[in-house]
């Protein structure tokens, strides 16, 4: 069980390597598209366009078309920034997601890997696959949403003390996810940010 949350960590590692590569090659190739920022400076006849589309692909790189070396710099600084960010929270979402898989298989009985939400969350909130169909007979009679008491389908917590520590490890992990999340929104946030900016460089460049 170590072995395929070690494998299941390296996955996510090697995943956000490889978006920070693809990040830093794109910002490479757009920086040598628009030319040198000294050269750009001098010149007064770029696109407002052209740059707010440069910046939307990749911010900091419509401000070098236009001429704005300074900002250009901050927006590519903050691009950076913001990718190794979410990078490490999804690298941290993924390790923290093997953590609580693996205590619930060795506490629980039970192989969380690619179930639903749904059940994962009930797993979190009964002692057992049998106190959880008790429940819903219960509260829902002959209507009762029962599940399967199979050897795939059921759990049996060893102590009440290890469902709550399963549902600490599994908040960290749903914590990391949501922060990863907000990173995306600062990408998004920067891109535009970056069009107006820049289209205000060029078109200033144009007076």
């Not at 030319?35 to 910046?55: E, F, I, V, Y």
């Not at 749903?174 to 289209?199: C, D, I, P, Y």
Request: aromatic fraction near 10%; proline fraction near 2%; include cysteine.
């Amino acid at each position: 069980m170590r072995s395929r949350a070690i494998t299941g960590v390296s996955r996510t590692r090697g995943a956000a390597y490889r978006a920070a590569a693809r990040t830093l090659l794109c910002l490479l190739a757009c920086v040598f598209a628009v030319g040198p920022p000294s050269a750009l400076a001098q010149n007064t006849g770029r696109s407002p366009g052209k740059a707010s589309l440069l910046s939307l692909l990749l911010p900091g790189t419509g401000e070098l078309y236009a001429g704005g070396s300074r900002s250009g710099r901050f927006f590519l600084f903050t691009e950076g920034m913001f990718w190794t960010g979410m990078a490490v929270f999804k690298s941290l979402e993924g390790s923290r997601t093997d953590t609580y898989r693996a205590f619930a298989a060795s506490h629980a009985g039970v192989q969380l890997i690619g179930r639903p939400d749904r059940f994962i969350e009930e797993v979190g909130l009964h002692n057992s696959i049998y106190a959880r169909n008790t429940r819903e007979r219960f509260v829902s009679g002959e209507f009762a949403d029962l599940r399967d008491e199979t050897s795939n389908e059921a759990w049996e917590w060893d102590s009440d003390a290890s469902r709550h520590k399963f549902l600490t490890l599994r908040s960290k992990a749903t914590s990391a996810e949501q922060k990863a999340f907000m990173f995306v929104g600062a990408l998004v946030f920067n891109r535009f940010a970056s069009a107006l900016n820049a289209a205000s460089i060029a078109r200033r460049a144009q007076v």
